[in-house]
């Protein structure tokens, strides 16, 4: 593997405030963390509030043969997310620091302090209240990043309630089922939202959404609470307005300004968020209270390196699992002082990122490699513009990032002096479970590196045994249980223990049911590095060989002229499985067999002869959901020329380009 060679220690300079700035403290915490996780745990969870303290540090049961998957934590402890998040940092008089730097799609800027946001929260808290909304009742939330999202989120945290956030880019049909799913009485969205230049009618989906409740005979939301981003001249709604819709800006303004906390037993569902599996419908991943905060608080202080003063900014929409962990709730818990951001990389200019980052003077900046691979077309110039002289720790979160992305992250953007925490974990894991600590960990472009406190990953075989020697591939699993671990699915806890504690081989034969399986396919090396190959079911048998589709993808997108690279398997007359590469090439490059050519002798050096790509595909675009994730499914499917049933795509950013690649099929050799 060309970059294992390559490595970057830690700078100094960070090593030298850090909160853990050795890799030797690194690895004596660790070693606690899993030896005697009682204590460890007893340390860390005295940094919060708790109404009533907890006696068993964990409960666990991980092996089928012995019954249920059971998983708690902080057992007969009792606290809240909110009153963590706000009332004890305005208690200890910190009400006028500053939570949220908001920055909106157009230019527009606003601020928010701990008071301010503590008092939207209660507000919000009594409006949800009086619509009925009782401890334990799931509550929708379908809006943009405005303000009114994380102190949504933290309303319903304080009442008991339990959210179900629901990304403002899904289409009426998605936010139904979701709705359908888990019967929520209240959604809470807004008039619409400018996505760049183009406006999004969210209302108008949410009533299609309704509507289709209505359909299902299922009792629809009683309430629509809406607020109003783009007002009525922008965005006019008044004439649609039924005894369901209740502007949430006058019951907010009307309501009282105290609401008292809930107090939460440990094992109490927080929120559950929807995620697609790879059969059936999307999954609510359930979150409980006490496990969670402390994972989000834990593997934000640590994984940033936050220290009061930080401006911390993550680009993620807290409709997926990021903005939850890292914006909504890891961030209040250590009081720090973030941006919330609107807009979309490249509006009004391909220098947007950039630009908050020198305007807010951001010193921890953390987005997805699909953003930096978009942003590297663009060249240097958008970024050096810019005055990123107070960044100090970049990440990356969202699907493994390449090398040559990595590098040009550290390189352009980080300027050579800012670690690049590349951070692997799941919905499901709640918070980073293998990632770089910034003072600490030596880096390696493409690599997690090593496990956080508390996580025991391990690498299964094709067996499903645990492979002992340290350097290997395989299966990531993990071993043993952690805080922040989801609970169950909800409603349905047997496709919890189905999907996450049972590995099937190719075959279907079971061959594992006793730890935690990640869906995920990876890499250790010599040193213990971990390095993620995508998922299991994107890992491509060629020949006996076991490819990553994701290590074949980091090859191609070496290549100057490659933008992104898709890489799927199709069935191959003489090697089982053949590898077929999707192409993206820079603007002003065209298609040519020679690039081809050089395409595939990339991947020969990167890689080995055995991982050239068999066919190579030019397409325009990628089929992508709107959080930016590439339907994979519908790739495999041309592939394999089976493009007469490619599923429902109405979830795509752009359906057309499916069209476009069915139009430019190549011949397979």
Not at 90 to 99: F, L, R, S, T
Not at 260 to 273: G, K, R, S
Not at 447 to 474: K, R, W, Y
Not at 598 to 627: E, M, W
């Amino acid at each position: 593997h060309p970059h294992d060679a390559e490595i970057y220690p830690p700078p100094s300079e960070v090593s030298q405030g850090a909160h853990i700035s050795s890799i030797s403290e690194y690895r004596q915490m660790y070693k606690r963390s899993i030896e005697e996780p009682d204590e460890f745990w007893k340390e860390i969870s005295a940094g919060f509030h708790w109404n009533k303290p907890w006696t068993t540090c964990s409960k666990v049961n991980y092996d089928l043969k012995k019954g249920d998957i059971s998983i708690k934590w902080f057992l007969e402890g009792e606290t809240n997310m909110c009153y963590n998040c706000l009332d004890r940092h305005v208690e200890a008089g910190h009400g006028d620091q500053i939570a949220y730097l908001w920055d909106g799609n157009d230019d527009e800027e606003d601020k928010f302090t701990y008071a301010q946001i503590l008092d939207k929260v209660q507000r919000m808290a009594n409006v949800l209240l009086s619509c009925g909304v009782m401890k334990g009742d799931p509550v929708a939330i379908y809006l943009p990043m405005i303000i009114e999202l994380p102190v949504a989120m933290l309303a319903c945290a304080r009442i008991g309630a339990v959210h179900s956030v629901i990304f403002g880019g899904f289409s009426a049909e998605s936010l139904a089922g979701r709705i359908l799913d888990s019967k929520c009485k209240v959604v809470i969205t807004a008039d619409g939202v400018m996505r760049g230049p183009k406006p999004i009618k969210l209302l108008e989906i949410t009533d299609d959404a309704v509507k289709l409740c209505q359909k299902e005979e299922h009792e629809a939301p009683d309430h629509v609470l809406v607020v109003q981003r783009l007002g009525e001249t922008r965005m006019p709604i008044s004439a649609g307005l039924t005894p369901r819709h209740k502007l949430l800006s006058e019951l907010m303004s009307k309501a009282d300004s105290k609401c008292p906390i809930t107090w939460m037993a440990a094992e109490d569902p927080l929120f559950m968020l929807y995620t697609s599996g790879s059969t059936g419908k999307p999954k609510g991943v359930l979150h409980t209270t006490a496990g969670y905060m402390i994972w989000a608080a834990t593997t934000f202080k640590y994984t940033f390196d936050y220290h009061e003063k930080d401006i911390f900014f993550c680009t993620a929409d807290c409709g997926w699992i990021t903005g939850h962990t890292y914006i909504a709730y890891g961030p209040m818990l250590n009081r720090a002082t973030q941006v919330l951001f609107e807009g979309i990389p490249t509006h009004p200019s391909t220098g947007r990122f950039w630009e908050v980052c020198a305007k807010y003077k951001v010193t921890q900046f953390y987005t997805a490699p699909t953003a930096i691979r978009a942003l590297m077309r663009y060249g240097d110039e958008p970024v050096t513009r810019n005055d990123l002289s107070h960044l100090r720790i970049l990440g990356s979160v969202g699907e493994p990032i390449n090398a040559e992305a990595w590098k040009w992250y550290h390189k352009v953007v980080g300027n050579d002096r800012c670690p690049v925490v590349d951070t692997w974990w799941q919905t499901e894991t709640g918070g980073h479970m293998i990632t770089p600590l910034p003072g600490a960990t030596t880096l390696k472009p493409g690599s997690a590196t090593l496990p956080f406190f508390g996580v025991v990953p391990i690498v299964l075989d094709a067996e499903g045994n645990e492979i002992e020697q340290m350097e290997c591939s395989g299966y990531l699993a993990v071993k043993q249980s952690w805080p922040g671990q989801m609970r169950t699915v909800y409603g349905d806890h047997h496709r919890f223990e189905q999907t996450y504690f049972t590995l099937f081989n190719g075959e279907n034969k079971l061959i594992s049911d006793r730890f935690y399986i990640t869906g995920d396919g990876c890499r250790r090396d010599k040193d213990g590095y971990y390095f993620l190959t995508g998922r299991v079911d994107d890992v491509i048998n060629v020949s006996g060989h076991r490819i990553g589709t994701a290590e074949v993808e980091s090859a191609l997108d070496e290549h100057h002229d490659c933008t992104e690279a898709a890489v799927v398997g199709y069935p191959h007359p003489i090697k089982g499985e053949g590898i077929y590469a999707y192409i993206t090439l820079r603007p002003g490059c065209d298609p040519s067999e020679e690039l081809r050519a050089q395409l595939k002798s990339q991947v020969r050096h990167d890689i080995g002869a055995f991982a050239a790509p068999d066919v190579i595909h030019f397409v325009s675009g990628l089929p992508k959901t709107r959080s930016g994730k590439i339907m994979r499914r519908i790739l495999r499917k041309v592939a394999a020329g089976t493009t007469d049933d490619l599923g429902d795509i109405s979830t795509l950013a752009d359906p057309s380009v499916v069209a476009q690649i069915i139009s430019t099929i190549p011949k397979k050799a």
